[in-house]
């Protein structure tokens, strides 16, 4: 064993740090220049929903079909999980907005009875139905990539509005007017 | 009058900086060879100013000046003295205050105690420090100033965020500023190590008390942090993978993996670039946290501090020092020598697997945090949350369990694995005994929990092994620190594991005089009253519990309704005991006189925090054995100096 070896490293590896970098860079200056739209106008908006038929996420509830959505009453389609720390914020929301006398229906991605039970003991559940989509099917078929996303939908099951992200205090008077846009 | 006299002090300290960086620089040159001698007393003045500026910011806010428009935005005349107090520092100004103050001190003293490296390296290092350090001066001075005067003094103060008042909140940042700090020393040892290409041991022993220290201050930091979340929050949880955490768990891995990369360069002379990269990283990884919870760009339960054009002047900071750094790494790092060879059964080899599973932990956390904000940037939004974190860390993380169990055991340069297999033995019949005990006892443990218990029953044996057959007492500190802070980890991963496993739950509406069962817990809601505090007021929910049978204990938790500003926070009730927390909340009020009520049984779930105090202690034991060890050197070098001064007369 020699005490001091000279190593030749190739030095086109010393650079991967700074590159790895400026990928970070680019990626933060994208994130900051664009602000924060919560607002995308989605494909999926004026289409109707897919048709789908999910089982109940917890026992002793209702699960979550298509033909829910048909009965001629506007509402909410709140995509969640009991993962996601986002879904903790909003549920204060959704709760504002259940007592306000709006109907929400949730679709639970990926998730375990047990943890959604314990998600909605803990904060609250302001949903009439809970379906279970353990695929993601349902979430990708509605244009819907991430959790929490908030869809509005009218009641002939068209998607009338797409909210991505937790929803905010200052977002609930546009839902609800978008509510009743779609509810006339 | 105390607030310009801050400013001018602060103005006099960012001019002191351009000095100090300046006069390094040149220094270097063959030309301005003179202008070396300057360069530590200007560093020593810029720090003490820094800290007199900082000082009038306290004086400001104890006296709740509301013609100083940050004292009147987060301040108010209500407030009690110890929240006045670390309003200073709770906002963004005045932690960027602190954060240059304690940046300048530190820069300060190690111009005045720094003497092994060569003098070179020590002007790189001391103009690296004022490099940094102009850039957070230009921020304050003209970004965020924070001894600007309104036109007309406000009335009265606009308070402090209420969940911000909580004395383990109140000590929260300045603890994880220190840390943030001690790194960005490290990487000003890292450059000057870089420009003058003087990697060694000594560059390694001068900057390793530094990271230890910022480690210990992180460590801490983040044990505070989860407790406050666990019981401020209400959610019952420590942990949520939230790009706040994350920010301060990302410098304390590069700050772990750091500490013992040193340990090796500076007990064997090898991984040289490896250690003078993570210098660079855990600076990085401090700026890039503090520049995720600044900028608000991505979603977190507790953003406090949120202001995208402070994002920006960070961001830019964060281009100028870390890609500047990184580039100077890549230009310079062929010329390092990778150092000493070592076996592949050794201590080194040990440290390395370590080093590595840490810089894996590090990126699987970097790459997740990050994740939405790539995805977002083709429109699609996501939340990465423990479901990806939990078994991605734990790939990592398991390995990394084992080696620290057997890597201290190990001698350096090269061992035979023979040698400490019968001691090794030991640990890991204790794990294996515990693993059975828990199949045994708890068959529907799920596995992660399980793995995790029987690792810390293993580890916690294995660490003290290299205490064994040593005259404790001769033993030194550095040791005892590795010993307490490999512990720690062990009953911290012990709490974790017990906590996912054993705790149990109960949501209930609950009328007063209604008794309900949690764990071995019984809980009555014995009364609902309404209580005031200096700037507050709530219902508060008092509950008796008792443990099969025997005297019952009282519990108080609150949902407080705080005026200015207005918000409600809900204060749990902790009651402790040896083996586990019993944890209420305080819900809405139901129907028909009802409250709703939350109970946990926590087994043992406060070993989480007690593991990290031990961490912190390690850390400390450690500190102070090098500390203790270098102020001997210095005092023995100057008698000698002074021998050969009297000697030569």
Known sequence: MSEIAPVKRAGIWLWLPLALFVGFFVLVMVGLLRPADRDVASAFVGKPLPAFDLRASIPGRPGLKTADFADGKPRLLNVFASWCIPCIAEAPQLDALARAGVEIHGVAIRDRQEDVQRFLAQNGNPYTRIGADDLRAVQLAIGSSGVPETFVIDGKGVIRHQHIGDIRVEDIPKLLEKLREAGA | ?649
């Not at chain 2, 390094?24 to 820094?50: D, H």
């Not at chain 2, 911290?492 to 739950?505: K, Y």
């Open chain 2, 1 to 649: 009058m105390i607030a310009e006299l801050g400013l001018a002090m602060l103005w006099l300290a960012a001019a002191l900086a351009l000095l100090q960086l300046a006069a390094g620089a040149f220094a270097l040159s063959a030309r301005g060879r003179e202008l070396g001698g300057i360069v530590r007393p200007v560093a020593v003045v810029q720090g003490v100013l820094c800290a007199l500026s900082f000082f009038a910011l306290i004086v400001l806010f104890l006296r709740t000046d509301l013609s100083v428009k940050l004292v009147a935005t987060n301040s108010h005349s209500l407030k009690p003295f110890v929240y006045k107090l670390a309003g200073t520092w709770g906002n963004h100004e005045g932690s960027m205050l602190l954060w240059v103050t304690v940046m300048g001190l530190a820069g300060s003293f190690v111009a005045l105690f720094e003497r092994r490296l060569r003098e070179a390296t020590m002007l790189a290092t001391l103009a690296g420090q004022a490099f940094v350090s102009i850039g957070f001066y230009a921020f304050l001075l003209f970004s965020s100033n924070p001894f600007e005067r309104l036109p007309e003094p406000a009335a009265e103060g606009n308070g402090l965020n209420p969940l911000l008042q909580d004395i383990g909140l109140a000590f929260h940042p300045p603890t994880l500023y220190l840390g943030y700090v001690g790194l960005s020393v490290a990487f000003s040892f890292a450059i000057g190590a870089l420009i003058t290409r003087d990697v060694g041991p000594a560059f390694a022993r001068a900057m390793r008390p530094w990271v230890l220290g910022a480690w210990i201050f992180l460590s801490l930091g983040i044990t505070a942090g989860s407790y406050w979340a666990y019981y401020e929050l209400g959610w019952g949880g420590w942990w949520f993978w939230d790009p706040v955490e994350n920010a301060s768990l990302m410098p304390w891995l590069a700050a772990t993996a750091l500490l013992h990369s040193a340990s090796v360069l500076a007990a064997r002379n090898a991984l040289r670039a490896w250690t003078v990269m993570l210098g660079v990283v855990a600076f990085s990884m401090s700026m890039i946290g503090t520049f995720l919870v600044r900028s608000g760009i991505l979603t977190s339960v507790h953003a406090f501090a949120v202001d995208p054009e402070r994002g920006s002047f960070i961001l830019a900071l964060l281009a100028i020092y870390i890609g500047g750094a990184l580039a100077l790494f890549a230009t310079r790092a062929s010329t390092i020598t990778e150092g000493a060879r070592f076996a592949p059964v050794s201590r080194e080899s040990a440290l390395v697997v370590n080093n590595v599973a840490l810089s894996a932990i590090l990126g699987i956390v970097l790459v997740g945090t990050l994740y939405p904000l790539l995805t977002e940037a083709f429109d699609e939004k996501v939340s990465v949350g423990p479901p990806y974190f939990n078994p991605m860390g734990a790939i990592f993380f398991v390995p990394m369990l084992v080696v620290m169990a057997i890597g201290p055991m190990l001698r350096w340069r090269g061992d035979r694995a023979a040698r400490v297999s019968g001691k090794l033995a030991i640990p890991a019949l204790a794990a294996a005994a515990t693993a059975l005990g828990l199949v045994a006892l708890a068959p529907t443990i799920k596995p992660m929990p399980f793995l995790g218990i029987a690792l810390a029953v293993g580890l916690a044996v294995a660490s003290v092994l290299p205490l064994v057959g040593r005259e404790l007492k001769r033993t030194p500190l550095p040791t005892w620190g590795m010993v307490v802070a490999h512990f720690g980890i062990a009953v911290a991963l012990f709490g974790v594991g017990s906590d996912s496993a054993f705790s149990t739950e109960k949501l209930v509406a609950s009328r007063v005089g209604e008794t309900h069962a949690v764990g071995p817990w019984q809980v009555t809601l014995s009364d609902i009253e309404p209580v005031a505090g200096p700037n507050w007021t709530a219902i508060e929910a008092t509950m008796a519990a008792s443990h099969a049978g025997g005297a019952a204990s009282e519990l108080h938790s609150q949902s407080r309704n705080f005026t200015s500003p207005p918000l409600v926070t809900s204060e749990s009730a902790l009651l402790t005991r040896w083996n586990g927390q019993l944890y209420a909340v305080l819900g809405e009020e139901a129907d028909d006189q009802r409250w709703q009520l939350r109970l946990w049984w926590k087994p043992f779930v406060p070993m989480i925090w007690y593991g990290g105090l031990l961490i912190g202690l390690g850390g400390l034991l450690a500190l102070i054995g090098r500390v203790a060890h270098d102020v001997r050197r210095l005092r023995a070098e100057g008698k000698i100096a002074y021998r050969r001064q009297r000697q030569g007369r």
